[in-house]
Structure formats: C-alpha cells, structure tokens
C-alpha cells in the first residue's frame, strides 16, 4: 500500500507558474506508474498526466499539453507536476493517483489503485 500527500497549490495569477509535489510512503514507489487528475467544481473529474516508472514515458491530456511537465525522482519517491502558462480554466482541486501496473499510463479514474487528498488551485484572470 502507499500513501500520497500533495502539496504546491495555491492562488496564481493567468499566465504564471505552479509546481505541485506528491509525496509517496513506502518503498515500492518505483512500482507504480503515477498520474495527475484535476476535477473543477461541478464537473467529472479528469486526467491531466500520467508517467510509467522509469519516467521514460508520459501522457498528457490535450488541453494541458505543452504547458505542464509531469517528472518523478524515485529516489525521493515523489513526482511532480510542473504548471506553466496557467489559464483560469486550469482552476481545480489537483490529485495524483498510483497504478500498480508501472509499465502502462491509464487515462481513468478507475485504473489507479491509490490517491492523495487534493491541493487546490486557483487561476485568477
């Protein structure tokens, strides 16, 4: 089992920077590929990026692409999700989730097995 805590939210101005952290227990956090989801009030909530263990392979959804890294250092057994050029349609309560299957990136909710409690952020225009 793992636990995950995500911390670096916060209000930021359009077209500034946010970098969240997810800080993952125990430690087998190599075993597990790692992903970004977003849900804005009112609405589902949705992937924003994921990363395979090695880190050597990631996804990322459309409206995000180009604009936020996602990264991990197993070492420190966190990962990372590095937010540029924010937009106010960015605003939402930002989890990262673990999959047990490290080898593969999964776009659903229902493929991760484990997730942190959220860091809010807030884009103002």
């Known amino acids: 089992q793992v636990q995950l805590v995500e911390s670096g939210g916060g209000l930021v101005q359009a077209g500034g920077s946010l970098r969240l952290s997810c800080a993952a227990s125990g430690r087998t956090f190599a075993s597990y590929a790692m992903g970004w989801f977003r849900q804005a009030p009112g609405k589902e909530r949705e992937f924003v990026a994921g990363i395979t263990w090695s880190g050597i392979s990631t996804r990322y959804a459309d409206s995000v692409k180009g604009r936020f890294t996602i990264s991990r250092d197993n070492a420190k057994n966190t990962v990372f999700l590095q937010m540029d050029s924010l937009k106010p349609e960015d605003t939402a309560v930002y989890y990262c989730?673990?999959?047990?299957?490290?080898?593969?990136?999964?776009?659903?909710?229902?493929?991760?097995?484990?997730w942190g409690q959220g860091t809010q952020v807030t884009v103002s225009s």
């Open positions: 989730a673990a999959n047990q299957d490290r080898l593969w990136i999964r776009v659903g909710r229902t493929g991760y097995d484990y």
